[in-house]
């Protein structure tokens, strides 16, 4: 997140070379509002970085993302996966094996708790979203977090702290497939 000042803030990124780390680009998200919160994933069968971010914009939130080629800079649209609504702290894990086509991206719902959809994005850049699934805690639930990646079968940690008000918190975890 690159602060612009006025109140301002945006998704900037550089891609840097494999061989000897050098400066291949710049980039940033054009997106109307205020990108924070910005996690970024692997698919490692496509090859494409997927970035996720809360945009706050028009006194809402919602969770959007981006599709990346690296070595070529092309880039999908921006899109929406969650809201806008009381939605906040994404979180994403890739995918390692050279057969996985996607990614699975977590945010916390005021609402529902943890809650997550896939997000495939191929090699043409084109995406597409799976279902959303609660996968738990409840309005309690805050701070999600999941394995950096799947594995050879896809199985995600997910984790959270289920925190009722005027309680301590507890940790919860749960193992979810790619879908």
Known sequence: ????????????????????????????VTQTGNQDSIRVTHIGGTGIFVLVWCNFANNAVEISGLGLDPGQ???????????????????????????????LVIWNDAQYGIV???????????????????????????????????GYYGYHVITWIDRPAGLPGWVRAQVVDYN
Do not use: H, W
Not at 78 to 88: E, L, Q, R, T
Not at 123 to 135: D, E, K, R, S
């Open 1 to 28: 997140t690159m602060y612009f000042g006025g109140g301002q803030s945006g998704a900037v990124g550089s891609a840097f070379t494999r061989n000897g780390l050098a400066f291949a680009y710049a980039f940033q």
């Open 116 to 150: 997550g959809s896939t997000v495939a994005v191929d090699a043409n850049l084109q995406v597409a979203l799976g279902p959303f699934v609660t996968i738990g805690g409840g309005p309690t639930a805050v701070e999600p977090a999941i394995s950096k990646q799947g």
């Open 73 to 103: 800079a092309p880039a999908t649209n921006v899109f929406n996966i969650a809201g806008p609504g009381n939605v906040d702290t994404p979180a994403v894990s890739g995918e390692a094996t050279p057969y996985g086509g996607n990614c």
